[in-house]
């Protein structure tokens, strides 16, 4: 192909699907109308006179377009189901019948193969590519009966033909499917990475920033009360605040460009010391984990102690490893703190469905007036 041909069918901006589409469905046009006129050829070498030649020219043309518009309507409701082309396919039926009254009359009967090949090939790869059921079937059928004119056996020959060409056509266009399915499949699996990296973003923002901004309103409210009463710490809590500012806007600049790894040592360390600063007495005791459970638990510490700072009034929280079990206790109950959710449909259900895809499962629930969230690193459902 030229390279203005490739400019006007804009080749080299098109993507590797659109080229395939263009490519198949392009040789399915051309090639109908290549078989129709190396059929009308053979047609035109049994006419005698000037006028003969002229009309078999004049009726090639007509089957011609009438063939390409089917094969385009077809091929359209492959991929977008409709109404068959009823315009189409009575056209196309019109110039069956003069055809075939030609080869029965105007044709003598040792001649009769050529025009039976033009009219029977139209007829398959017109309807060939239909996916109702009846339509291929009555291509094959027209094209046996039509082949059949130009001798006894020759019907067998119309009909093994017809049924190359009807199945040449409907596997292109089955492939064709197979390629536009497989890239919106691929399309699919693009969207869903940019949702999953969405809602991890999300989780992040909302355990990074949600702890720091617990913590400052804790922080905040103390330095109030200390300040109402004369109290010269109340200075100090206001410092606190503003380092407490200045790690969480570091946080999250780390997160916008996802760097921030988690780390259970730095998430056990901040959890200590957010607790501390609140009035609240923590007491942790993770050693002996098995690998690969680092992360989980630093997420489930992570929500565990925005909770507490948010939602309880707890005076002591401890977190603790022991055989396969991460438990964290707070012993300021709330209606809200039982729930595990956060008002935005964020917190423990979120931490339990990740739990739960690493094999483990995620349990909370009031025991005996402490809150109590467990994360069972081997399913107990599964390890029965």
């Not at 090949?117 to 017109?126: F, K």
């Not at 536009?180 to 989780?203: I, T």
């Not at 946080?251 to 957010?274: I, N, T």
């Amino acid at each position: 192909m030229s390279l203005s041909a490739k400019s006007l069918l804009g080749w080299s901006g098109r993507t590797n699907v659109q080229r395939i589409d263009l490519y198949t469905r392009w040789s399915l046009r051309g090639l109908v109308l290549l078989l129709i006129v190396l059929g009308a050829l053979s047609a035109l070498s049994t006419v005698t006179t000037p006028v003969a030649f002229a009309v078999v020219v004049l009726y090639v043309v007509a089957l011609a377009l009438v063939v390409d518009r089917c094969v385009v309507a077809f091929m359209t409701l492959w991929f977008e189901p409709g109404p068959l082309p009823w315009r189409w396919l009575g056209a196309l039926a019109a110039l069956l019948v003069p055809g075939i009254a030609w080869i029965w009359w105007g044709v003598e009967p040792d001649e009769r193969f050529a025009t039976s090949y033009l009219l029977s090939a139209a007829v398959s790869w017109a309807l060939g590519g239909s996916r109702v059921r009846w339509v291929p079937w009555t291509a094959i059928a027209l094209a046996a009966a039509i082949c059949g004119i130009s001798g006894s056996w020759m019907w067998i020959y119309g009909a093994a033909v017809s049924a190359f060409f009807v199945f040449s056509v409907q596997s292109s266009l089955w492939v064709l499917g197979v390629v536009h399915e497989l890239d919106r499949a691929r399309a699919a699996q693009a969207d869903l990475a940019v949702a999953e990296e969405r809602l991890r973003f999300s989780r992040d923002v909302h355990d990074v920033m949600g702890r720091h901004l617990s913590t400052i309103a804790v922080q905040a409210e103390l330095a109030a009360t200390l300040a109402e009463r004369g109290d010269g710490r109340a200075a100090d809590r206001i410092r606190e605040v503003r380092s407490t500012a200045h790690e969480a806007l570091r946080e999250a600049r780390a997160l916008a460009r996802g760097y921030r790894p988690v780390d259970l040592d730095q998430e056990l360390e901040g959890a200590r010391a957010l607790l501390a600063s609140a009035g609240i007495v923590a007491e942790t005791d993770v050693a002996d984990l098995p690998a690969g459970w680092a992360e989980p638990i630093a997420r489930v510490v992570r929500e565990g102690v925005t909770n507490v700072l948010r939602h309880s009034r707890a005076s002591r929280v401890s977190i603790s490893h022991d055989d396969g079990v991460v438990t964290l206790v707070n012993d300021g109950v709330t209606a809200r703190a039982t729930t595990g959710e956060d008002p935005d449909g964020s917190g423990l259900r979120t931490l339990a469905a990740d739990a739960a895809a690493c094999g483990g499962r995620l349990t909370w629930g009031v025991e005996d007036a402490d809150f109590v969230v467990r994360l069972h690193l081997v399913d107990p459902e599964e390890a029965r």
